[in-house]
């Protein structure tokens, strides 16, 4: 086991990434946002500078932090976005030896939502396409409980784990992201645990009535 971050949290630039996992000793970052630009986005040249960078500086890559089938993409978004991303995204994460890339699985779209069956339904039939996919690419996705129909609730993670049925499709759990729904976070740990492979710590307290995330230290929450 290691800490890893999110290193875009610390800022844009790849060096300020960096130099952020080097004051914490961590010796792996999660990539997901350089310069504004997701990491399976970037141009070539400028991947070779994240590369480099990161590499010159003795660091590794945990995860890629993708924005496949994430909070912005609805399941009525053209899904070739996705397999693009993926496709893109499989021969960066080769060239680091990173084996994971966080995804999500479609929310409803806002303005024109789907049936609750047929939201399942395409969710679970893009999430087959896209695990095929990595299975091929020798990655696994990541699937955070998170935006999208299979993050609503552990049985829907179950459910889309379970109908996918595919060795790269498994859990990258979120302490906190229960919270804001009053879901109780060890329940939905338990529930999901024989698929987690990855987890990200962070808390938050639980304020009835809202969905606002309220976030605090760790240990200071729900």
């Known amino acids: 086991m290691f800490f890893s971050g999110i290193s875009d949290e610390a800022g ?8 952020a996992h080097e004051e914490l000793d ?3 970052l999660e990539l997901r946002m350089v310069d504004n630009t997701n990491i399976t986005q970037l141009t070539d040249a400028a991947f070779d500078h994240v590369y480099d ?3 010159g500086a003795g660091k590794k890559v945990s995860c890629f932090g993708s924005a496949i089938a ?3 993409r609805p399941i009525t978004c053209d899904p070739s976005i996705d397999i693009d991303d993926l496709k893109s995204a499989i021969p960066r994460m080769h060239r680091f030896g990173t084996e994971f890339i966080r995804v999500m699985s479609y929310p409803n779209d806002a303005d024109s939502p789907l049936s609750e ?24 996705m990541a699937h955070e409980n998170c935006s999208g129909w299979g993050g609503e609730s552990c049985e ?40 987690i492979i990855y987890v990200h710590i962070k808390d938050a307290k639980y304020h009835p009535g809202e969905t ?10 729900d």
């Open 156 to 195: 829907n993670s179950n459910i889309l784990i379970g109908e996918v049925d595919s060795p790269a499709l498994k859990v990258v759990f979120d302490t906190a992201n229960p919270v804001p729904y009053g879901q109780n976070v060890w329940d939905y740990y338990n529930a999901i645990k024989q698929d």
């Open 12 to 19: 844009q630039a790849i060096e300020t990434q960096i130099k």
């Open 26 to 28: 961590w010796k792996h």
């Open 53 to 55: 960078s990161v590499s």
């Open 70 to 72: 994430n909070w912005a």
């Open 212 to 221: 606002t995330e309220h976030y605090v230290m760790c240990g200071e929450g």
């Open 117 to 140: 069956p047929e939201w399942r339904k395409e969710s679970i039939k893009r999430m087959k396409e896209l695990a095929k996919i990595a299975e091929d690419g020798g990655v696994i």
